[in-house]
């Protein structure tokens, strides 16, 4: 009898850690969306001086002198410090993926990008190298007006629960660019649909 008590006591006691385990995890998980328009402007600044200001809820993309400029203004509606660490382009969204780009694509960022819990930040990235094989695509699509998708990879503080979140860039009349994130891929462990 008490063996069979000790057992049940320990399942318990395991299955109690477990939980607690994943309560932890769940609030230090960062979770990335695009800003609300309602939120304030941003200054974006680059390596060679561009400023760039960016309101809530919108993005930039442009190409100038060959050098194309991308970010997105951001909220963290997580829990969690967000820690942005790679990105990767698609320009081409006829076939829209159903999976994220392949990890080898992703780019790494240059500059370090936290975004605190429930705070707004934001993601940029360049494609300065002509030779790049997505510069001419995504020239194109930028100087044409037409959306396009950037994955941006990021972690907690501790770099765990890696994530990708997608985010589509859909043209406005004024020649700007309104983002919306499109889905969320867990790298270390299923999300719910």
């Not at 960016?54 to 100038?64: F, M």
């Not at 942005?84 to 006829?94: E, G, H, N």
Request: charged share 20%; glycine share 8%.
């Amino acid at each position: 009898m008490l063996a069979v008590a000790t057992f049940a006591s320990i399942r318990s006691a395991n299955r109690a850690a477990r939980t607690a385990e994943r309560a932890l995890s769940f609030n230090i998980r960062p979770l990335l969306f695009q800003s609300r328009l309602g939120d304030g402007t941003q200054k974006v600044t680059w390596v060679d001086r561009r400023v760039h200001r960016l309101d809530g809820g919108h993005g930039i993309a442009e190409v100038t002198d060959g050098v194309i400029y991308i970010a997105v203004s951001l909220r963290n509606a997580g829990a969690g410090m967000a820690v942005i660490q790679s990105w990767s382009p698609t320009a081409d969204l006829s076939s829209m993926p159903a999976d994220h780009a392949p990890l080898d694509t992703f780019r790494p960022q240059t500059r370090d990008l936290y975004i605190a819990p429930s705070d707004t930040g934001f993601w940029q990235g360049a494609i300065r190298d002509r030779a790049d094989p997505m510069h001419a695509p995504m020239a194109a699509v930028i100087s044409a007006h037409q959306p396009f998708l950037i994955e941006v990879q990021y972690c907690n503080a501790e770099g765990g629960q890696r994530t990708i979140s997608r985010f589509l860039f859909f043209p406005t009349e004024e020649s700007g660019w309104l983002c919306s994130v499109g889905r969320h891929f867990s790298l270390d462990h299923d999300l719910p649909r």
